[in-house]
């Protein structure tokens, strides 16, 4: 029940744009996304709740296909501080059992 | 502050001696976890509680116990460590609302010999 996340590493020039995707197989009530730099916590970005809706802060953002249980992570002109690796995470209800894809490496570069 | 803490952070361990984690919120969070997190696998959920005597198994549940007796407090017990519960291991809590941010504590890192 993890959901699929691509692509697994990216590497970026500073100002380059960046999509994350996360697919479930399962019926998703939410996908939350997360940022972890090396040897932090994860970092809460925002999340999305069934019913299918875009959200975004700054230059991130974020979309929830509920046909297709798909969500996608925009990163616009980005920047060195985006560097990090980016997680989904899945819930099939609301605060159940709560699932996290394998992440994405993100590398921006000046 | 709003912030989740663990102790310790940093525990090395031998096979068989049991050892808690600790794990404390001051946010008034309804909603806990605890994670594992290992090169390649990802983060896996191990446990959660919805509130106050009341939890429920993830994912990766074998080896460990959890209790939560207080709204603040959710310490992870493993009664009989072992190699494969090496591991980083976060504790997070989250509200009872629907959008709420989960927060993460820092992390402890845990070697079992």
């Known amino acids: 029940q993890q959901p699929v996340q691509s692509p697994q590493a990216v590497i970026l020039r500073e100002g380059e744009d960046a999509v994350i995707n996360c697919s479930s197989s399962k019926a998703l009530y939410s996908v939350h996304w997360y940022r972890q730099k090396h040897g932090e916590a994860p970092v809460f970005l925002m999340i999305?709740?069934?019913?299918?809706e875009q959200k975004g802060h700054e230059k991130i953002s974020a979309s929830f296909n509920e046909k297709k249980q798909q969500s996608s992570l925009y990163l616009t002109a980005s920047q060195l501080s985006y560097s990090g690796t980016y997680f989904c995470?899945?819930?099939?209800?609301?605060?159940?059992?709560?699932?996290f894809g394998s992440g994405t490496k993100l590398n921006v570069k000046p | 502050e709003a912030q989740v803490t663990q102790n310790p952070r940093y525990l090395i361990t031998v096979t068989g001696k049991k050892l808690t984690v600790t794990c404390s919120q001051n946010m008034n969070h309804e909603y806990m976890s605890w994670y594992r997190q290992d090169p390649g696998l990802g983060l896996r959920q191990i446990y959660y509680s919805m509130n106050v005597e009341v939890t429920d198994k993830g994912d990766v549940p074998e080896g460990y116990k959890v209790s939560r007796k207080e709204k603040r407090n959710f310490p992870l017990i493993l009664e009989s460590p072992s190699p494969n519960q090496t591991s980083l291991y976060f504790c997070?809590?989250?509200?009872?609302?629907?959008?709420?941010?989960?927060?993460f504590g820092p992390g402890t890192r845990l070697l079992v010999l």
């Open positions: 995470g899945t819930e099939k209800d609301n605060f159940n059992k709560f699932y």
């Open positions: 999305l709740l069934k019913g299918g």
């Open positions: 997070a809590s989250r509200t009872g609302d629907q959008e709420e941010t989960q927060y």
